[in-house]
């Protein structure tokens, strides 16, 4: 099992500089964040760039956060707007063939949830193109829970809509304490349809994005649920930094708490 990071660790510290510093580090994965202008990976100039920095560093791209927000939202249920989305989220999905990723992560809707704006048929007319286009493109299209009683509802429909073997479920640690119900709940009920995971910790009052082990995240339930589940997919922290601290040293410490994790689901 790998560890890997994501580069929405701190966006002002330039890709290029981001991966010379995690190649310090045992992660050899990373995952490309929501913002594509980042990690330029929506544009061809800039997969070509990312794929020669990944070999440079001898770092391999696991996986792409699609870009998130009304742009993007495939729930909407005006037909047109919905449809744009589509097609934006396909071309995160060719980026990714083209980068050889993995995995695909994917907010279902906008958050928070507009009332009125969205509707849980509009995203299924929406998954049926994107899950038929994963399957031809033989990449994991993986859907995030994200917080709050609608989003719980699109969550549940899709993964049960859609069985395909490239349609699956991201966990993310932070968003499961933000609710709805109880946290862990959707962990136990989807383990078998993880092909992601987004870890990090908070106070369970906001997505604060922190290192694991420094907030009120249960990681022994978490790991167990994982190992019970014979999870074999990276690691992935989700984490942010911001210049809180140097680079260096959250790297560091990520990589410590990301190993930790591991341990505790192997063992």
């Known amino acids: 099992m790998q560890i890997a990071i994501g580069t929405c660790f701190d966006y002002r510290v330039p890709i290029d500089q981001q991966l010379a510093q995690i190649a310090t580090t045992p992660f050899r994965l990373i995952s490309l964040g929501g913002d594509p202008n980042h990690s330029g990976y929506l544009a061809t100039q800039g997969r070509f760039r990312l794929s020669g920095l990944a070999e440079e560093h001898g770092i391999a791209i696991d996986s792409l956060h699609a870009p998130y927000g009304p742009k993007h939202d495939i729930a909407y249920s005006d037909s047109e707007s919905r449809m744009a989305s589509v097609c934006r989220i396909a071309l995160v999905m060719a980026a990714a063939v083209e980068l050889d990723?993995?995995?695909?992560?994917?907010?279902l809707q906008s958050w928070p949830v507009e009332a009125g704006i969205q509707d849980v048929d509009s995203l299924l007319r929406s998954l049926e193109a994107l899950v038929e286009s994963a399957e031809n493109m033989r990449i994991r299209l993986t859907a995030e829970n994200l917080p709050g009683e609608v989003a719980n509802l699109f969550l549940r429909r899709a993964l049960a809509e859609f069985k395909s073997d490239?349609?699956?479920?991201?966990?993310?640690?932070?968003?499961?304490?933000?609710?709805?119900?109880?946290?862990?709940?959707?962990?136990?009920?989807?383990?078998?349809?993880?092909?992601?995971?987004?870890?990090?910790?908070?106070?369970?009052?906001?997505?604060?994005?922190?290192?694991?082990?420094?907030?009120?995240?249960?990681?022994?339930?978490?790991?167990?649920?994982?190992?019970?589940?014979?999870?074999?997919?990276?690691?992935?922290?989700?984490?942010?930094?911001?210049?809180?601290?140097?680079?260096?040293?959250f790297l560091a410490k990520s990589a410590t708490a990301a190993t930790r994790l591991r341990t505790l689901i192997l063992s």
């Open 101 to 107: 990723a993995k995995t695909v992560i994917l907010h």
């Open 166 to 249: 490239y349609f699956g479920f991201c966990y993310d640690s932070s968003h499961d304490q933000l609710g709805p119900g109880k946290p862990y709940e959707v962990l136990e009920e989807f383990a078998d349809r993880l092909f992601a995971v987004h870890l990090s910790d908070n106070d369970g009052l906001e997505d604060r994005h922190w290192i694991p082990f420094t907030g009120i995240v249960d990681w022994e339930r978490v790991c167990y649920i994982l190992h019970k589940a014979r999870y074999a997919y990276p690691l992935l922290l989700e984490v942010e930094n911001n210049g809180q601290i140097p680079t260096d040293e």
